[in-house]
Nanobody, 124 residues
Framework: QVLLVESGGGSVQTGGSLRLSCVASGYTSNGRVMAWFRQAPGNQREAVASILDGRTTYGAFVKGRFTISQDTAKNMVYLEMNNLQSDDTATYYC???????????????????WGQGTRVTVSS
């Protein structure tokens, strides 16, 4: 059974930074895609970033502010978020795919396992 556990969320002021972490158990990330999604209250879930063996894809809204990285030896994926804005307030979810994808997908339907989420609140 795959278990994804996120950490690192919290409250930060506009312009601040946070680093989210996700540890996967029962899963081998080497050769598989992991990603971060987010969902704000009243909004649909949107893709933030994904990574596959060092190759990354980002949502258009990221605009260079976020960086996804991974440590395959530890089965961990990280999301470094800088210059946070109020629009970034959301619950952030770690996702993993058991499928052998060829690219760092941002499609939610490509991911088979999801964490419980970690809340990020950005205020002025």
């Amino acid at each position: 059974q795959v278990l994804l556990v996120e950490s690192g969320g919290g409250s930060v002021q506009t312009g601040g930074s946070l680093r989210l972490s996700c540890v996967a158990s029962g899963y081998t990330s080497n050769g598989r895609v992991m990603a971060w999604f987010r969902q704000a209250p009243g909004n649909q879930r949107e893709a933030v970033a994904s990574i596959l063996d060092g190759r990354t894809t980002y949502g258009a809204f990221v605009k260079g502010r976020f960086t996804i990285s991974q440590d395959t030896a530890k089965n961990m994926v990280y999301l470094e978020m800088n210059n946070l804005q109020s629009d970034d307030t959301a619950t952030y979810y770690c996702a993993a795919s058991r499928r052998r994808l060829l690219w760092a997908s941002l499609r939610a339907e490509d991911f088979t396992d999801w964490g419980q989420g970690t809340r990020v609140t950005v205020s002025s």
